[in-house]
């Protein structure tokens, strides 16, 4: 099987894009390891076997290539307010999806609002599902290959592997960031046990495009890194202590998540369809 033909298998089990990484050391591995004694107790996980993070095949030792998926949740011709509208009051909705409202106070209040990629089913099921089928249908048409999915819980390092795979670049929010999908997008990827040619990794850059860093309110992005400490998005869904009142403050009222930064840049900003896979939740 070559690399054409698992990436159609990919794009046919619902992927917005697919490329393919070789497994190997990663050079980002330097900066994410200098990065992650800063960060704050919400972000332990961050320290779990951080050594495998250097290599896939410290995580699956037969890994020859990686599969790395982009999965679009969002376009620019949907109504976030109208999708909002629909999801109805923030607590009930984020309950009813089974997810866990960390500032409870800014859930409740008048006018309080959701990140995009929390109106749909959890990501983490959908993508691990689609990741599935992939691998199903590899083994079907190579019964000698096998893989392992990573899916954001796994110590794997998921952007670096897709800016190699050219999937997208670093954005200067730290987001990986495609000219052809933006930013509102879900990485997903497997682990193959098999050589498969790699993509060319992405060069691109935001060049002197700094939209993202302005519209940050509390600061928490600069010179290509994000500060935890101050981004809301952390506050609101990750952080086991309450958010400082002077970062509720400027949160704009987004209360789980925070998609300030991602409004701002101009790559999300153009015409699109949407992903299958990930329709808002039905009511």
């Known amino acids: 099987m070559d690399a054409l033909r698992v990436k159609a298998i990919a794009r046919a089990a619902g992927a917005s894009a697919a490329g393919i990484a070789r ?4 050079e980002e591995f330097r900066r994410f390891s200098e990065a992650v004694i800063m960060v704050p107790s919400g972000l332990g996980y961050l320290n779990r076997d951080p050594f495998k993070r250097k290599n ?28 909002l509208a629909k999801a109805g009051a923030p ?10 409202a960390n500032q409870r106070e800014l859930v409740a209040a008048p006018g309080a609002k959701i990140s995009r990629y929390v109106l749909g089913r959890d990501y983490h099921l959908t993508v691990k599902e689609k990741m599935a089928a992939m ?9 000698a290959a096998d893989g392992k999915i990573f899916c954001d819980t796994s110590p794997v390092m998921e952007k670096e592997l897709g800016r190699l795979a ?14 052809e999908l933006g930013s509102y997008f879900f990485i997903g990827g497997m682990a193959l046990n098999f050589e498969l040619k790699p993509d060319t990794p992405s060069e691109d850059s935001c060049e002197r495009c700094d939209q993202c860093v302005k519209a940050c309110p509390t600061g928490a992005l600069k010179n290509g890194k994000l ?18 009142a002077g970062i509720a403050e400027k949160a704009k009222g987004f209360a789980y998540g925070c998609d300030l930064c991602q409004e701002a840049c101009p790559q999300n900003k153009a015409p699109g369809q949407t992903a299958p896979g990930f329709e808002p939740i039905k009511k």
């Open 135 to 143: 691998l199903e249908e590899i083994r079907k048409e190579s019964p």
């Open 23 to 26: 497994a190997a050391d990663l």
């Open 91 to 100: 607590a009930a909705y984020l309950a009813g999806s089974g997810r866990w």
């Open 166 to 179: 050219g999937i997208g670049f670093r954005g200067k929010n730290t987001l990986l960031l495609s000219r």
């Open 227 to 244: 500060d935890p400490s101050l981004c809301i998005s952390y506050w609101t869904t990750q952080a086991k202590l309450p958010i400082p």
């Open 56 to 83: 896939i095949k410290k995580w699956y030792a037969e890994a020859r290539s990686v599969l790395v998926c982009a999965f679009r949740y969002w376009t620019p011709d949907r109504d976030y307010g109208a999708e």
